[in-house]
């Protein structure tokens, strides 16, 4: 492990943690999955997954050790990071967006329809949730095929980070009923309540990639570039 | 004129009135303690948060909360302030359970007794959970 490699993951841990809090208090919003999925492709996965292991250990100083928080965070984060860098090397088939997508719109079509078992006054705003998704989810599709390539690869990130935002709270669904000993009865309930943070981080993981994976990348590159030329180990990231 | 307007004010006065014991009708206050908060649904419809708003609007309470991810978050009830520090937390119980398929408390989550009823730690926080006529809500300020 290069010093310049700790000194980056150094300071874009302490980003991913600024960032976490300052959005902690705006329902729905955050931007902890384009920041890590942007660096973990510029920087390589060994930077990105350790970047990822020291903001899941790091954050419990500010939101406190629950221990199913803190499995989830270090099972879900650094392999979160680990398929972005990998993706970011070797990019998956073309026909694995197109797939994702198609997957991810079938799926939040039927749920829309046939309905979720969740609270009444919550209902409606589920079932917009889930038909935004839809939209969504059919907009990246069409940005995938119609647009150039730079655009296309932050589509095909978009449809990354959205699938990785479902399975993370798939992830607490398995995760936290184990650890706290919930009956089937109670983890289906924990199951249905977890779709009210679920969607609209999703969408907002969609969104917040397809917007600023590009200039996002082009900042960390620039900063991969200067710290290559200015450094004496070399200046290259290889994993 | 003055007539006229002394009678509108007068209507005024008298549906304002009507309004708030509309606000407050829809729950009404068992038990109020430093650590403990019990009301009972009066009538069906609305969260258990706009009950406790429609009661802090009316004075018979005091209320503060933030917007999570799960809805609002209560933090203070009659001015005592979950201390965070100390793990403190203001815990929702309540005696509605399942409605229309859908479980808005359960007994895993925790119990707690009250007026030899049982009530179980709510599945959804106060924006989520409905008012059912004649159910028993309880906000008790617990530590983990």
Not at chain 1, 178 to 187: C, F, H, Q, R, V
Not at chain 1, 223 to 239: F, H, I, M, P, Q
Not at chain 2, 13 to 20: H, N, P, Q
Request: net charge negative; hydrophobic share 50%.
């Amino acid at each position: 492990m290069k010093p310049r490699e700790i000194a980056c993951s150094a300071v874009m841990t302490a980003l991913l943690i600024a960032a976490q809090y300052a959005l902690g208090f705006v329902s729905g919003v955050e931007l902890v999955t384009v920041l890590l999925l942007t660096f973990s492709r510029v920087f390589g996965a060994r930077c990105g997954v350790m970047t990822a292991v020291a903001f899941s250990l790091l954050r419990c100083l500010i939101y406190g050790f629950f221990p199913n928080v803190l499995l989830l965070y270090l099972v879900y984060y650094p392999a979160f990071a680990a398929i972005s860098g990998i993706t970011g090397k070797k990019p998956l088939p073309p026909v694995s967006c197109p797939i994702m997508l198609l997957c991810m719109a079938a799926l939040s079509l039927w749920l829309a329809v046939s309905g979720l078992p969740v609270s009444a006054i919550y209902a409606p705003r589920v079932k917009a949730l889930l038909w935004v998704i839809f939209g969504i989810s059919l907009f990246l599709l069409a940005v995938y095929f119609l647009s150039k390539k730079d655009v296309r690869e932050a589509a095909s990130a978009a449809s990354l980070a959205a699938v990785m935002t479902v399975l993370f709270t798939l992830l607490d669904d398995i995760i936290t009923p184990l650890t706290m000993g919930y009956s089937p009865e109670a983890a289906a309930g924990y199951f249905y309540g977890g779709f009210l943070a679920m969607l609209p981080q999703t969408v907002c993981a969609a969104l917040s990639v397809l917007l600023l994976y590009l200039p996002l990348k082009k900042a960390f590159t620039a900063a991969l570039r200067y710290g290559g030329k200015n450094s004496t180990d070399g200046g290259s990231y290889e994993n | 004129m003055k007539r006229i307007t002394s009678i509108l004010i007068a209507i005024l006065i008298f549906t304002s009135l009507c309004g708030c014991g509309a606000e407050t009708a829809g729950a009404k206050v068992v038990e109020s303690s430093e650590k403990l908060l019990v009301i009972e649904a009066a009538e069906d419809g609305g969260s258990l948060e706009d009950a406790l708003n429609a009661l802090a609007d009316a004075g018979e309470i005091t209320l503060v909360s933030s917007e999570s991810e799960y809805g609002a978050f209560i933090t203070s009830v009659n001015g005592r302030e979950a201390d965070a520090a100390a793990n403190e937390y203001w815990a929702i119980y309540t005696t509605l359970g399942e409605l229309d398929g859908v479980a808005y408390s359960s007994s895993e989550y925790g119990t707690f007794e009250y007026g030899g009823k049982t009530l179980s730690s709510a599945s959804y926080g106060a924006s989520g959970l409905p008012m059912s006529k004649g159910e028993l809500y309880i906000l008790a300020l617990e530590s983990y």
